[in-house]
């Protein structure tokens, strides 16, 4: 992932697409450059769909960890 993008998406807020729990990964949508891109989505808590996340950390390509908005 380029730098650019990676300064893009962290920090970002999104919408949780795929709930996350007990450590399964979910799914989250986050707007990026004048769209809306799908990453799977880690976190250190039971995230809910429909609810609004900050990205804080890139862990890989399309993966990223997320806390509460």
Known sequence: MSEELSQEVVGAIGRVSVPISDGRPGEVMIPIRGGVEA????ADEE????SRVVVVEIISGRTVLVTPY
């Open 39 to 42: 990453y799977q989505a880690l």
């Open 47 to 50: 995230i809910t769909k429909n």
